[in-house]
């Protein structure tokens, strides 16, 4: 079965920088696209970024594009997401998801199209 388990999160000051960690085991097969999402309290699950493993491509949703940086390391089915000059709008938890299916770039934050999650790891940002 296969398992993500994210790491890094935590508090920090507006402006500061965290680095968010995924692991994933269960297999030896890279997922063909991993993305991370987050969730505020009172809110919906949103797309933060996404990798196609094949391509490289990324994407990111556009409060976060210039200052999160998503990558991942295929030898060690690690993703990672470097958060930067955070924002107290950053707050929430953080999710690691990934999954195998082929999937339209038009839809890479919709989260029910990954089919494997992690438990989240919380983020707080504050002034």
């Known amino acids: 079965e296969v398992q993500l388990v994210e790491s890094g999160g935590g508090s920090e000051q507006a402006g500061g920088s965290l680095r968010l960690s995924c692991a994933v085991s269960?297999?030896?097969?890279?997922?063909?696209?991993m993305g991370w999402f987050r969730q505020a309290p009172g809110k919906e699950r949103e797309g933060v970024a996404v990798?196609?493993?094949?391509?490289?491509?990324?994407y990111y949703s556009d409060s976060v594009k210039g200052r999160f940086t998503i990558s991942q390391d295929s030898a060690k089915n690690m993703l990672y997401l470097q958060m930067n000059s955070l924002e107290i709008e950053d707050t929430g938890m953080y999710y690691c998801?990934?999954?195998?299916?082929?999937?339209?770039?038009?839809?890479?934050?919709?989260?029910?199209?990954?089919?494997?999650w992690g438990q989240g790891t919380q983020v707080t940002v504050s002034s």
């Open positions: 998801a990934s999954d195998w299916r082929m999937m339209s770039p038009a839809r890479w934050d919709e989260p029910g199209t990954f089919r494997y």
């Open positions: 269960g297999t030896s097969y890279t997922a063909y696209r």
């Open positions: 990798i196609y493993s094949s391509s490289g491509l990324t």
